[in-house]
């Protein structure tokens, strides 16, 4: 049973025009200002959206995101449709080079700048050179944009709400963003390059599709031609009863530039029903001739053909889906669009698609003689100009799941890692978080030195205006330290160095009296002992890291005093506005601090207090337990928008409680092995492998290993 498709393929085929030159064949008539599209009477806008934790969620999990995705598809009207486009695309090396990679800035350290973008290239060859996006565009064919705008926005709202229930926030995009997607696939090579201004289109009455369209573009009866390289569209053309949920991730991951578009065209419901009640009709009427010629041969014994039994079984389940189920009828799409270099490396793509389709009982069909339309209908257009749907439920449709996993890739970030999943590049930015504290926990071997010790070198080779402050009680960072210029200074009865308690630096801009907080300090200091004096002057250093593994119990409390009190003067003195230069401040094995109420006070002040001063603080401990046992330190881990949780041995179920885990993600940290874990930043959960290869000079900085550690000459 299907609906007619060709009334349907009218609505959202667009302009008619004979394409004349390579520009035309780009099938857009006209852009306005607020990014909507226009081809024919078909206008569309495009939306942004971001991945959500689908391969990685339980079983109960995955029900309610099928669910929910499902009530974003029946939210669209029937005079409205929806496409779904996931992009592969080369990634743009201009962005990589300055977004990602860490500039030189001749200090001394550029050949550790060096070692770290040659691994970050590493990684970045082993995912293929690839980046990911998801884009929703909505159409409408409307006569005029006024009516075509008006609609948009009443569907834009329930779409907005039903995503958000997702956890999945869509982002409007601009006539640049739309335009760009576009010219990374047609002038591969030149990414980065692209520019374009409305104003100037406006202005001047100049092509806008000038600006993306390639040299020389040809559509065969198996393939395109596009400039120097070669592309071909397929749509799905068999579909079984029951689909996997895991089909298009599957898809993606055969072809490095592809691009995946799922077509849902709603069907009013009166008109599903007409078309059910005709096909039963057919049915009926081809028992009744079986039964008849049955009667004239005298053959009282036989049933129902095996073929009419199906049918009928099927057009009931379906009427009772959609009467008692909460079922609508949708026509599906799925179709795609590939490049490659090569007629030969396109066959093989091809074949590598059929393959993994037939797998789940799919089968592509490679649209001979209608390349073009199919291209145009796979491309984020918004259009639909083949006649290959299929009419499914809503059940059957949110079994076309366009999610994976989270990523992150923050400009200006830094590099954690490869998703665990999909293999792409972690790049985060603390500082761009509601609250940049962080907490690393992880039991003993699972890497956790390691990770903090990769941090701070990213940290500190890509901000060298930034400061920052290691509190040592092991004594592991001494090492790390010197190699990048910094000094570790010895904290003990036989030290040297000495601290000053009551050193005072006045800022009028700061929202507390400096004078009043010292007094406090003094006051809190002195109920723990009096006669402490002398002073620090360490040389002044970007990077200081105090070992105080040599503190005995009794001078370890009001030594830390006057230790949190350097480290507090020094964040409130920094410079606040400027990004580069913040200050970051580690505490290695955080629940000894946390044992002594005054140095507890002191982070838990610290953690609320130091964003504000742009500083970012970071506790390292063992055990989850360490934190949920105290409330001063649950309270730092709830203060963190940032969290590295390694290879945990115990203490799951309170992971679960606390961030929603899911079994999944329980089972990966309880098997993890070392240089793995999960990493929350801030709603993003992702699972990351971060082992550095040891033939590496970083290796023999960070590593904890006996025997293993060596600094570079």
Aim: proline share 4%; net charge neutral; with cysteine.
């Amino acid at each position: 049973m299907r609906l007619s498709e060709y009334a349907s393929t009218q609505r959202t085929y667009g302009s008619r025009k004979v394409p004349r030159s390579v520009q035309q064949s780009i099938p857009i008539d006209r852009i306005y200002e607020d990014g909507t599209w226009c081809c024919g009477n078909v206008y569309s806008q495009m939306w942004s959206m971001p991945d959500i934790n689908f391969t990685m969620s339980d079983e109960d999990n995955k029900a309610k995101i099928l669910n929910l995705l499902g009530k974003v598809y029946m939210g669209v009207p029937s005079d409205c449709w929806l496409k779904i486009c996931i992009v592969s695309q080369r990634m743009d090396e201009k962005s990589f080079r300055e977004n990602v990679l860490l500039h030189r800035n001749l200090d001394g350290l550029d050949k550790w700048r060096v070692e770290r973008n040659r691994r970050i290239r590493q990684c970045v060859q082993d995912a293929g050179n690839v980046v990911q996006h998801k884009y929703l565009i909505l159409s409408t064919n409307k006569q005029n944009v006024t009516d075509a705008r008006s609609r948009l926005r009443q569907v834009q709202g329930n779409l907005l709400a039903e995503l958000s229930n997702l956890g999945c926030t869509i982002k409007p995009m601009t006539n640049n963003e739309r335009l760009e997607v576009l010219h990374n696939f047609f002038r591969r090579g030149e990414e980065g390059r692209f520019q374009f201004s409305f104003d100037d289109y406006g202005k001047l009455g100049n092509d806008f599709r000038n600006t993306i369209a390639p040299d020389a573009m040809r559509f065969t009866t198996q393939h395109a031609e596009i400039d120097d390289g070669f592309a071909k569209a397929m749509t799905i053309a068999q579909y079984p009863q029951q689909l996997s949920d895991n089909f298009v991730a599957t898809l993606l991951q055969q072809v490095p530039y592809i691009v995946l578009s799922i077509d849902i065209t709603p069907v009013e419901t009166e008109d599903a029903m007409r078309e059910i009640e005709a096909s039963q009709m057919k049915i009926d009427s081809e028992k009744y001739r079986a039964n008849r010629r049955n009667v004239e041969n005298l053959d009282f014994m036989a049933t129902i053909s095996p073929r009419n039994q199906q049918q009928e079984k099927y057009t009931a389940e379906i009427r009772n889906a959609i009467c008692e189920g909460d079922q609508q009828v949708f026509m599906v799409l799925l179709s795609v669009a590939f490049f490659a270099d090569t007629p030969d490396e396109l066959r093989q793509e091809t074949d590598a698609l059929q393959s993994a389709a037939a797998n789940f009982n799919c089968r592509f069909t490679e649209m001979r003689f209608q390349q073009e339309n199919c291209f145009n209908t796979a491309m984020p257009y918004g259009l639909r100009r083949v006649e290959s749907s299929h009419m499914m439920l809503t059940r059957s449709v949110t079994a076309l799941v366009p999610f994976v996993a989270q990523e992150v890739q923050s400009p200006q970030g830094i590099f954690y890692g490869r998703n665990a999943i999909t293999g792409n590049l972690i790049v985060g930015d603390r500082t761009k978080l509601i609250n940049g504290n962080a907490m690393v926990i992880a039991t003993s071997g699972s890497g956790k030195s390691m990770s903090v010790k990769m941090e701070i070198i990213m940290e500190f080779l890509r901000w060298p205006n930034a400061r920052f402050i290691l509190v040592d009680p092991e004594n592991e960072y001494e090492l790390l330290v010197k190699a990048l210029g910094g000094e570790a200074i010895k904290v003990s009865v036989d030290s040297r160095t000495h601290f000053n308690p009551l050193d005072y630096h006045y800022d009028p801009k700061t929202d507390v009296p400096p004078d009043v907080a010292k007094i406090e300090f003094v006051l809190s200091m002195l109920d723990k002992l009096i006669g402490e004096n002398g002073h620090l002057q360490p040389e002044d250093r970007s990077l200081i890291c105090f070992n105080i593994q040599s503190l005995g119990d009794q001078l370890r409390p009001i030594a830390m005093m006057s230790l949190l009190e350097f480290i507090n003067m020094q964040v409130m003195t920094n410079r606040r506005k400027d990004a580069t230069a913040a200050t970051w401040i580690y505490f290695d094995e955080i629940h000894v601090l946390l044992k002594d109420p005054m140095s507890s006070n002191f982070l838990y002040s610290s953690w609320k207090r130091f964003r504000k001063y742009n500083a970012y603080a970071t506790g390292i401990s063992q055990d989850i337990q360490d934190y949920l046992d105290n409330p001063v330190a649950y309270a730092l881990l709830s203060n963190s928008e940032f969290v590295i949780m390694l290879r945990q041995s115990k203490s799951l179920e309170a992971l679960e409680r606390l961030y929603g885990l899911s079994k999944p993600q329980l089972e990966f940290l309880r098997n993890a092995s070392e240089g793995h874990g999960i990493i929350k930043m801030g709603n993003s959960m992702i699972p990351f492998s971060n082992l550095e290869p040891k033939d590496t000079a970083v290796y023999k900085l960070i590593t904890t290993k006996p025997g293993e550690a060596t600094a570079e000459k």
